[in-house]
């Protein structure tokens, strides 16, 4: 509650930060601010409290959650060196303000505990990524994008908004423990069957929150968004939207709705195999490596989905475990893509192909180090944090009793060796291919977030029990 | 009850206007249309507020602002469409099962539970007592998707140096 | 039963008068514009039709009716006659929540209220009329299929938008005062001279700015600037249709100044309306001399409003359309929001002061003394800018 505040109240000093003519403070400002909420944010350790007659709760769940999505807007924060010296055209103070805005909106998703709560924070957090989608004013793939992503995210926002007047009519509350009560009212009175209004009411509301995770088959705006976006907002979309969505799904479901585990159980399998089989398959055909993240990020919306599903208490830690190491290692690739392709720019545009990282390893060892560290968390391999994160979501998937998650469990290891296939493409780009890559000059605050999360990635894959105990 | 029958209907029919008509001016009068059967409706649950705001903010507005940009596009000329016949074939297959689940859920509710409405339900007393009491913080948080909305909009609209015209 | 339709055929009449005096002002008023013209142009204005020319409006009238109505080729007919329609509705309805007058005892328990109805919703109704009476000339200006007519409603639109969102800042201080959204009430609070205008000049003054604008008369008629677009939205029209678009107009002017009088002025309080009602050799029907004394003082402030939107439109020239927009958005919109801070700050230091508000007066009026300050302090500045750029 404090870091919502706070950076609601720092979003607009950022915009006026903006009026300084001064562009260079406008990066460490924006730091310091989000380390401060990040601070705020502890206050929340250890004490549950709920907000504003129930409309936000803390408790130390959210705080993990709150601690991942500002972590990782720090991150892409840090790495955002681009629009602040050359470019005179461009607006760094709405960027910055607009990414605290969104972080809001995002913070507003995983503390929720009343469903308008739910609603105004998807909104600002999609409001602000359609913006920034298309901020990159001059490129046509950035505006087509923005409008795709806008037309397609207003109408999914309007079916959860739908799904929540029905589930509202269901339950007559808005309240997520109301509903929960609601929900087991009802089924008493029918004898153990749904009201129509609430199956239907979930199913909406479950296909609003897919739609912003892009889960298959909702998935199909993610591409052309992820590479029409400015990289800088495509690391931020796939990892803060990413969180953000699959808590607060998480959330909802598992708080509202555990009893009706059938009415959204069953169809939640077939949206996590496809997710997984859909997103991991096509990857492997991509030649642009920003397209490659695009999809291995709807193939991580599967693995994540998984914990939704196995809806258990321990779940909670896997799930931001694996969060956490997706972040991370997702910003660590958009952070070397970012560089690599401004260097090999061809007329003025970025190339983001794989054969831009064609001999990346001669001249700029620690940029192929870094991106061989994140490919290799993506794709699970021991020692690694993204290893981990695989392995206490397939245990979670394994321990439970139903036989199904056997078989999600078997197509989730079968479309990991998959991945491995395209994961280690860039790796062998920047190792092996022939190629030149001219010595990038790197600020000190780039490498310093390089060198932070490789080390970030490591240390989490030798000795997961660090985070894992907090969780 | 027989009124709100005829207004039901009517704005049925300039709901399903607005989608069929060919010229987008006469869709846009027709959703402004839709918008006053709504006011209706709302004056119909006693929600006179609603009503106003509805009329003032939509119909006044945000539809002045459609037609505006409409009418500077001229669009009335028949653009080829774009759209395969699967295409409409699926959506319309899609749209239909979405239409028939929902309208069947609606056949089934059981509506013993609903409060009788009271004559205070729609005043602006008793709104203004909801939204800044019980559902303050969703209130204020709303200006910050306000202001959000704003900065973009101001951010995209500036025509810049460099920026190619399409 | 027999209460409500002798109740409802009352209703009936006080809405007709209400229409027969609002069309008759409505049609004198082109009489007295041109007077008031000749007046300030030192002419002699009309004075053929009748003694003083007191017939012209009739011959208007008949000279309009006999007009060829055209209807242009390639224009969308239905939305061509909609367009004149529209404009002549919204004129008209607004003037259902105004409170003309008080109560009326007709005998027998009878009570008429002179307002046509009295919703708790009143002023944003008046509002929701307001903002629709853009699309009379948005829809006639397109349908007429012609560049200047299409201009010049597009200038109205955004005009009308524009001003609207200044208007209803400024409306809401008198809403913060009266605490009510009822136009009874509004005025009921302002009784025995506690009039709004002396706790709002600020918001008095925006809210005449925003009317100027909202009837498009000058200086904001820019959707009819002859020398940039021939006639702007009504180039096209001719006939009655043209007639009803120009009597919108005058039927406006006369709306809005009954709702300026109802919000700032009192509505149709004299001062004198307690101690009428009490006069003895009125008898029985004092109170309802008095209710009809207020009918008239109320119907009398609209005309000296009417007035006063001639008296400007024969003394100022029209804006340029970007100073048009810089005073709407930068000018008023901050001064409204700057009002609305002021009065609240003003009720929070009184609220125990057991009901007077002079704490709101004098905030109030400081603010106006400070807005003419910046106002003078800003122009001056910009002058010597002016002048330095020059020189």
Known sequence: ?471 | ?166 | MEITSTLFTAKAIYVGIIFAITLGVAAYSTYFERIIAAFMQDRVGPDRAGPFGILQPLADAVKMFMKEDFIPANSNKWLFIAGPCLSMLTALMTSAVVPFGDQLDLGDGIILDLQGIDVNIGILWVFGIVSLGVYGVLIGGWASNNKYSLIGAIRAASQNISYELAMGLSIIAILMLSGSLSTKSIVETQQNGHWNILYQPLGFVIFLVCAFAECNRTPFDLPECETELIGGYHTEYSSMKLGFYLFSEYINMFISGAVMATLYFGGYDYLFNDYVAQISWLGEYAYNVSALLGLVVLIVKALIFVFIFMWVRWTLPRFRYDQLMGLGWTGLIPLAMFNVVLTGASMLFTVNDGGSNWMTVGASWAGVIIMLVVTFAYSEMKYKKKKLATA
């Open chain 1, 1 to 471: 509650m404090n870091a919502i505040i706070a950076l609601s109240l720092f979003g607009i000093s950022n915009l006026f930060l903006g009026f300084l003519n001064n562009r260079k403070i406008l990066l460490p400002a924006t730091l310091v601010f989000i380390l401060i909420a990040l601070g705020l944010n502890f206050a929340d350790w250890n004490h549950e409290y709920y907000w504003f007659n129930n409309m936000l709760k803390t408790n130390n769940l959210s705080v993990n959650f709150v601690t991942i999505i500002l972590l990782s807007t720090f991150l892409v924060v840090a790495i955002s060196r681009s629009f602040g010296d050359d470019d005179e055209h461009s607006h760094p103070a709405e960027y910055y303000a607009i990414l605290l805005f969104s972080a809001v909106g995002a913070i507003m998703m995983v503390t929720f505990e009343n469903l308008i709560m739910l609603f105004v924070g998807l909104e600002i957090l999609s409001v602000s990524m359609y913006v920034l989608t298309g901020s990159d004013k001059r490129s046509l793939r950035s505006n087509e994008a923005a409008l795709k992503y806008f037309l397609m995210g207003s109408f999914a926002t309007g079916i959860l908004l739908f799904g929540v007047a029905l589930v509202y009519g269901a339950t007559s509350s808005f309240d997520i423990h109301g509903i929960a009560q609601g929900v087991a009212k009802a089924k008493e009175q029918m004898g153990g069957a749904y009201g129509p209004l609430l199956y239907s009411g979930v199913i909406l509301i479950m296909v609003g929150l897919l739609f912003k995770i892009s889960a298959a088959p909702f998935h199909f705006w993610t591409p052309d968004v992820y590479d029409g976006a400015p990289s800088i907002f495509t690391a931020f979309m796939s990892t803060v939207v990413k969180t953000a969505g699959v808590a607060a799904t998480y959330r909802i479901l598992s708080i509202s709705f555990p009893s009706v585990y059938g009415l959204w159980g069953n169809p939640l399998v077939y949206i996590v195999c496809a997710t997984l089989i859909i997103g991991n398959i096509t990857a492997v055909y991509q030649q642009s490596f920003k397209r490659m993240l695009a999809y291995s990020s709807i193939s991580h919306a599967g693995y994540l989905l998984i914990t939704v599903l196995a809806k258990r208490p321990e779940t909670n830690s896997s799930l931001l475990f694996y969060s956490l190491a997706y972040a991370i290692a997702t910003i660590t690739a958009f952070a070397v893509l970012m560089v690599v392709s401004e260097a090999q720019a061809k007329n003025g545009k970025a190339d983001e192909s794989f054969e831009a990282l064609n001999g990346l390893a001669n001249n700029n060892p620690l940029l192929a180090f870094s991106l061989t560290i994140s490919m290799l968390s993506l794709a699970g391999i021991p020692l690694t944090a993204g290893f981990f994160g695989k392995f206490f979501v397939f245990s979670d998937a394994f321990s439970n009793p139903s036989s199904l998650f056997k078989w999600i469990l078997v197509i989730a290891i079968l479309m990991s060796t998959v991945g491995i296939y395209y994961y280690f493409k860039p790796i062998i780009a920047a190792y092996m291919k022939k190629g030149e890559v001219a010595k990038i000059e790197l600020s000190p605050l780039y490498k310093f977030i390089l060198i932070l999360t490789t080390t970030l990635t490591i240390l989490l894959g030798l000795a997961p029990d660090l985070v894992k105990n907090i969780f």
């Open chain 2, 1 to 166: 009850m027989n009124f709100w029958y005829f207004l039901t209907a009517l704005t049925l029919l300039s709901a399903s206007m607005v989608i069929l008509s060919k010229n987008p001016i006469h869709s846009v009068l027709y959703l402004v249309f839709t918008f006053f059967c709504i006011s209706g409706h709302y004056v119909l649950l006693n929600a006179q507020f609603l009503m106003a705001v509805n009329i003032v903010v939509y119909a006044g507005a945000i539809m002045v602002l459609f037609l505006f940009v409409i009418m500077m596009m001229d669009l009335s000329k028949n653009s080829p469409d774009s759209k395969s016949t699967l295409t409409k074939l699926a959506g319309a297959i899609l749209g239909g099962t979405l239409l028939v689940i929902l309208i069947a859920a609606s056949r089934k509710v059981d509506l013993k539970d609903v409060k009788p409405i009271d004559a205070q339900t729609g005043m602006v007393e008793g709104l203004g007592q909801i939204l800044y009491r019980d559902y303050v913080l969703p209130f204020e948080l709303v200006s910050i998707l306000f202001f959000v909305a704003m900065v973009g909009a101001v951010m995209l609209g500036k025509r810049e140096a460099g920026e190619r015209n399409f």
